[in-house]
C-alpha cells in the first residue's frame, strides 16, 4: 500500500506525479495525468478490487446523466433510488455482511456460514461522494457531470480515496474543467503537506506506543488512571493521525488546482459536545446532517427520530461491530441533552465547567471507539475507568511513561490549539511583517519536513487508522 507517510510516496510518486502534471497545460491532458496516478495509487494498496472503483465511476455517471435527464420526474426520482441501492447495497454487501450474519447466529441460534469478505480499500469514503453526487444531482444542487473522465477524476482522485475526506462534487466541480495553480496554491498546499506529515509522523505514531502500552494488553493490568492515560492519548493520536492525513490530502489537492474543504478546526477546544462534532471529521458530520437528518420517518420530519438514525448511521458507518454503534449514539445523546437545555442554557453554565464536561465525555467516547473486540472488553473499559478492575489507582509503569514521554505529551497538547492562527491575524493586521512570518512558516515547515522524512526512514509501516474504515 501506497502510504502518504511513507519515504516512496513523498520522494517518488508525488514528485514524478507532480512533474508530469506540470509538464502539461492543457487541462485534459492534466486531468489524465491525475488518473492515471489515481490508478497506480489505488492498485499499490488493492489491485483485486480496481475493477470496483471504476465500475462505481461507470455506473454513477449514467445514473447521475439519467437524472439530470428526466430531472423533477418519476424517472428521475426512480434512478435515484435505483442508484442508492447499488452503492449502499454494495457497500453493505462488503462491510456488514459478516457482521449482520454473526449477529444472526447469536440471536436466533442459527449456524449460517459467516463469510470472511475483504473490505475494498476506501469504500466508505467513494461510497458516500457518488451517493452525495446523485442526490445532489436528483436536487439541482449541482449539474450531472457530462465528461467521463472528469467524473472519473472525481471518483478516484488519489488524495481522497482512501481515507477522505468526503470532497463533494459541488466543490471540485467547476475545478474539474478549469483550474490554475499558482505560486501561492503551491507553497500553501507543500506547507499542509509538511504539517500533516508532522502530525503523523511526529506526534500520532509515537502516542501509538503509549497506547499500545497501557490499552493493548487489556485493562485488567493496569491501573485506573493509566487506562484513562491511555484513551487520552488514543485520543490525541486518532486526531493528529486523521488530522494530518486530511492536512495532506487538502495540500497535495491544492497544489493540483482543487480548493477542498477543511475536515478539521481544533476539535479539542470546544466548549461543547455539539461544537465538537461541528470541528472533528467535519465532511462526514456535514454529509449526514444534509442527507439523513431531515428525512421523513414513518412520513414526517422527526426531529429526535432524525438525529438518532444519523448518529447511529455515524456510528456504524465508521465499522460493522457493536462499540462504533454504541459510540454513535453515546454522542447522539448527549447532544440530544444539549439540545434540551438549548444554547442559552448552556451559555448560563461556567465555561469552565462546560469544558470540563464534555472533555470527559470525548475522552470515554474515544475509549468507547477503541473496543472494537467484543461487548466483554467494552464492560472492562467502564470498570476499569471507574476504577473496578481490582488494580491500584496509580502506579510507578504510568509515572514513567509520563516522564518519558513528557515533551511528546506537551507538544501534542500545544498543537490542539490553534497556535498557527495567531501569526495569520498579525499578519492580517501588520501587511508590513508578512515577509518576516512567511519566511519563518517557510522555514518552520522545512524543518518539519526534514524531521519527518528523517523519522521515516526507520519506520515500521502504519499505515493511517482511517484506512480502516
Request: proline content about 3%.
Amino acid at each position: 500500500m501506497i502510504i502518504f507517510s511513507r519515504l516512496f510516496f513523498v520522494f517518488l510518486f508525488f514528485p514524478i506525479c507532480f512533474l508530469c502534471y506540470f509538464a502539461t497545460k492543457k487541462i485534459s491532458y492534466r486531468n489524465a495525468v491525475l488518473i492515471v496516478f489515481s490508478f497506480l495509487f489505488y492498485a499499490c494498496g488493492d489491485i483485486s478490487f480496481l475493477w470496483l472503483i471504476f465500475a462505481s465511476a461507470i455506473v454513477n455517471f449514467i445514473f447521475g446523466k439519467l437524472i439530470g435527464k428526466f430531472q423533477n420526474t418519476s424517472p428521475s426520482k426512480a434512478f435515484l433510488t435505483f442508484g442508492l441501492i447499488i452503492n449502499l447495497g454494495v457497500l453493505i454487501a462488503f462491510k456488514y455482511t459478516g457482521f449482520i450474519i454473526e449477529n444472526l447466529n447469536s440471536w436466533f441460534s442459527l449456524s449460517l456460514t459467516v463469510p470472511n469478505i475483504p473490505l475494498p480499500l476506501g469504500i466508505s469514503f467513494f461510497t458516500f461522494r457518488m451517493v452525495s453526487y446523485l442526490i445532489d444531482c436528483s436536487w439541482g444542487k449541482v449539474m450531472c457531470e457530462k465528461n467521463f473522465f472528469s467524473f472519473l477524476l472525481y471518483t478516484t482522485f488519489f488524495p481522497i480515496t482512501i481515507s477522505g475526506p468526503i470532497a463533494r462534487y459541488e466543490t471540485m466541480q467547476n475545478e474539474l474543467h478549469n483550474r490554475i495553480t499558482s505560486a501561492d496554491d503551491i507553497s500553501i498546499g507543500f506547507g499542509r503537506i509538511a504539517i500533516g506529515l508532522g502530525k503523523k509522523v511526529i506526534l500520532a505514531d509515537h502516542l501509538s506506543t503509549i497506547v499500545d502500552q497501557f490499552l493493548g494488553n487489556g485493562f485488567t493490568s493496569q491501573s485506573t488512571l493509566g487506562v484513562w492515560y491511555g484513551i487520552l492519548a488514543y485520543a490525541l493520536q486518532i486526531y493528529f493521525d486523521f488530522s494530518g492525513y486530511s492536512d495532506m490530502a487538502i495540500g497535495i489537492a491544492r497544489i493540483f488546482g482543487f480548493h477542498l474543504n477543511e475536515n478539521f478546526k481544533y476539535p479539542f477546544i470546544c466548549k461543547d459536545i455539539t461544537e465538537f462534532w461541528q470541528r472533528w471529521h467535519i465532511s462526514l458530520g456535514t454529509f449526514f446532517r444534509d442527507y439523513l437528518l431531515y428525512v421523513p420517518i414513518f412520513g414526517k420530519r422527526r426531529k429526535i427520530g432524525g438525529l438518532l438514525l444519523v448518529w447511529f448511521c455515524t456510528g456504524l458507518w465508521h465499522g460493522a461491530s457493536w462499540n462504533y454503534i454504541i459510540w454513535g449514539i453515546y454522542y447522539g445523546l448527549f447532544i440530544m441533552m444539549e439540545m434540551g437545555i438549548g444554547k442559552k442554557g448552556m451559555k448560563k453554565i461556567p465555561v469552565v465547567l462546560r469544558h470540563v464536561f464534555n472533555k470527559l465525555i470525548i475522552v470515554v467516547g474515544f475509549g468507547i471507539f477503541y473496543c472494537t473486540d467484543s461487548l466483554t472488553q467494552l464492560g472492562n473499559l467502564f470498570l476499569a475507568l471507574g476504577g473496578q478492575n481490582g488494580t491500584t489507582f496509580t502506579d510507578a509503569i504510568l509515572l514513567t511513561s509520563i516522564q518519558n514521554n513528557l515533551f511528546l505529551l506537551i507538544a501534542a497538547v500545544l498543537c490542539c490549539f490553534p497556535i498557527l492562527e495567531i501569526p495569520k491575524k498579525w499578519m492580517k493586521k501588520n501587511p508590513a511583517i508578512n515577509l518576516t512570518f512567511s519566511i519563518t512558516g517557510t522555514v518552520i515547515a522545512s524543518v518539519i519536513f526534514i524531521v519527518s522524512s528523517i523519522l521515516m526512514v526507520d519506520a515500521t509501516n502504519m499505515p493511517f487508522l482511517y484506512t480502516n474504515f
